[in-house]
């Protein structure tokens, strides 16, 4: 039995869109890592700026905000497939292994249906965005490539709920 196959000798679906995402997700936080970067850069040239020059960006508090939401949603799919993420297990952890799986398919399902729920929220705020050509205040930078990245992120996540649900170690709860 090959890692990318069920007991019975069947492909598992889950397992190959694991193996294709997974560049993805992992290309997706690096993405994440280097916008950490930016803000760091960002701020600390702002606050040279400030004492040397007497004059800061005036846009490092907008422009850290997007890369600061995009970092986080950025880096959400990979965390969700990799099971990564905060979890309250004092519950869990006492409960048999059996009951363990399933109360892991029902978060991950819930967990997708709150992803899902969350994209139907940003669509449409997305296209009004992109109807008025909403920009920032004061760096007059474009909004809809940046809230183009939240229902992007959490339809991947959908598929990494489902996807990773039984991909988890068997020794973590």
Excluded at 146 to 155: D, E, G, I, K, V
Aim: aromatic share 10%; proline share 6%.
């Amino acid at each position: 039995m090959r890692g990318d196959e069920t007991e019975d000798g069947q492909p598992d679906i889950a397992a190959r869109i694991g193996k294709v995402l997974t560049p993805v997700f992992i290309v997706m936080a690096v993405l994440a890592a280097l916008a950490g970067c930016a803000i760091v850069l960002l701020i600390g040239a702002s606050v040279t700026m400030r004492y040397f020059a007497f004059s800061p960006l005036r846009f490092t508090e907008e422009l850290v905000g997007l890369l600061m939401t995009a970092a986080f949603f950025l880096a959400l799919p990979l965390a969700t497939l990799r099971a990564e993420h905060v979890r309250v297990l004092v519950l869990v952890s006492t409960l048999p292994k059996r009951a363990r799986t399933w109360i892991g398919r029902l978060a991950a399902l819930l967990g997708a249906a709150f992803c899902l729920w969350f994209v139907a929220l940003c669509l449409p705020w997305l296209e009004f965005a992109i109807d008025r050509n909403i920009k920032t205040e004061v760096g007059r930078l474009l909004m809809y490539p940046w809230m183009a990245l939240l229902p992007l992120s959490m339809a991947l996540s959908i598929v990494a709920f489902l996807v990773g649900v039984d991909r988890q170690k068997p020794d973590r709860p």
